[in-house]
């Protein structure tokens, strides 16, 4: 600092920065003192603000009520260190808190309100690039979402994933251990205490879901659209490797701020369909097709939902890790985490490797030299554990649009339901539909049902508009008589979505959902329902006659909104298929390059 109190700045970003139209524009010398005042009150000089060095924001997503992302508290220390040492000025604000287990009605309703809150303020306030903070599910994409509403420079901070669960010597992965041990409990082999301490188990320390659950599959997702740094996203969030991540991650982003690196450089199709084809060779979560289809939506890119089938189907299945596999975090992040992945897919010739990324460079560049050497973890492209282990997309008078995780279909699943000789892959079962979660929970177990293998569950009421927000309830389990019986599995069905922690093989995020006229509106129980994963179809055998009767006897009745916003979502929000965004917002891209009109 020079001693007339200004800070010698010796680089010329590719563009001013728009912070110089609050803290230095000659034209305005009173709404610059206005805006430098308060400023002054914890300390910061107007000498800083006015030197010319980009405003660096840090969305700060952790709090006590974000537990999931409450290490963000520890690592915007190290990200505001990174920033200051590569010449920017850190500015920590907070955003919506999300939290998906203890949200209610759900933390889908949270995505886009988060989003909403976060354009408004990276729009409207002096700031020149943002660390995006991510670690529970929808952090990570309405971060993204409104960095390319915005399109300011922005880079994804990943949390990471707590420490591996053990519980008596075995793994315990989170979330998984929920619905594994709910079969347990279900079928006698342990108690209700046993089964609190193997939920609590599997929880030992600071981070996210250590499964490939939703949230570990979006920030690979972050990674593979290149958003964030190489390696950023399976680092655990209580290793060493998270704070020096946090460190670089905050210096590279004030060298994209003097680059103008903004997301629409980096977010087009191709990056979106390696972000596709990675979901599916982790084993990822069915929650990503609403999420990426809402960042493509967000970032003008299109997306259609057959692209899931024709990129993301016939890819093998290479991480071994929970649900789909054996294994927890640490071992993935030990055994070169997503790099490895990306490194297996180039192998492959399935990734495009010309995508630009947060670095600078192409993501081909990123991975040279990232194969892992854990073969048990990280399997090779031609030796996979399991061939075509993706998303298959479904339609038929049921709906429109459907997506089927086939990773998570188990030995017995397929034996059971998919492998009838000369009927490979196809199956009718009766349907067992039931009027959202409760119903479920009240019924499954009602002998008079007459539940047996040869049925389907079905849920409806579940989806954006119905309950609303979208829940994950799909990944429903038999009645307890089943499972006691061996049978731990049945097909499953619903306009809601389930936790990207279940092992379970269901056809969901069905749209249009039953509470806006979908089928599902009205199918009845005792419809037989033919499943052709050949042809892609799902149908229930009802005539169209019948079908036409039971349309004008209504829809079934949906809960009421009980605040404005879930009344105002119910009103803006659109369906799962095309990522349940707010559809007045997406036309809404750039809007950086107008600086708002003063205030005052």
Known sequence: MSRSGEFAVDRVPVKPFRSRDWFADPARSDMTALYLERFMNYGLTPAEL????????????????????????ELAKRTRDGIRDAGGIAMEF??????????????????????LGLVETLYGYPIDAVVLTTGCDKTTPSGIMAASTVDIPAIVLSGGPMLDGWHDGELVGSGTVIWRSRRKLAAGEIDEEEFLNRATDSAPSAGHCNTMGTASTMNAVAEALGLSLTGCAAIPAPYRERGQMAYETGRRIVEMAYEDLRPSKILTRDSFLNAIR????????????????????????TLYPEDWSDHGYDLPLLVNMQPAGKYLGERFHRAGGVPAVLHELIAGGKLDTSCLTVTGRSIGENIAGRETRDREMIKPFDAPMMERAGFLVLKGNLFDFGIMKTSVISPAFRARYLSTPGAEDRFEARAIVFEGSDDYHHRINDPALDIDEGCILVIRGAGPIGWPGSAEVVNMQPPDALIQRGVLALPTLGDGRQSGTSDSPSILNVSPESAVGGGLSWIRTGDVVRIDL??????????DDEIARRRGEGLPPV????????????????????????????????????????NH
């Open 94 to 115: 907070p955003v919506h808190p999300i939290f998906e287990n203890c949200r209610r009605p759900t933390a889908a309703l949270d995505r886009n309100l988060a989003y």
């Open 534 to 543: 050949v042809a892609g179809t799902c149908d229930a055998l009802v005539s």
């Open 50 to 73: 006015r030197s010319g060095r980009p405003i660096i924001g840090i969305a700060q997503s952790g709090s006590d009520l974000s537990p999931c992302n409450r290490i963000h508290l």
């Open 559 to 598: 809960p009421e909104s009980n605040t404005p916003w879930e009344e105002l979502y119910r009103e803006k929000t659109g369906q799962l298929a095309e990522g349940g965004v707010l559809d007045f917002a997406v036309k809404y891209r750039g809007i950086s390059a107008k600086t708002p009109r003063h």
């Open 278 to 301: 990675v979901v599916s060779a982790i084993g990822g979560s069915s929650n990503a097709q609403p999420h990426i289809m809402a960042m493509a939506q967000h970032a003008g890119v």
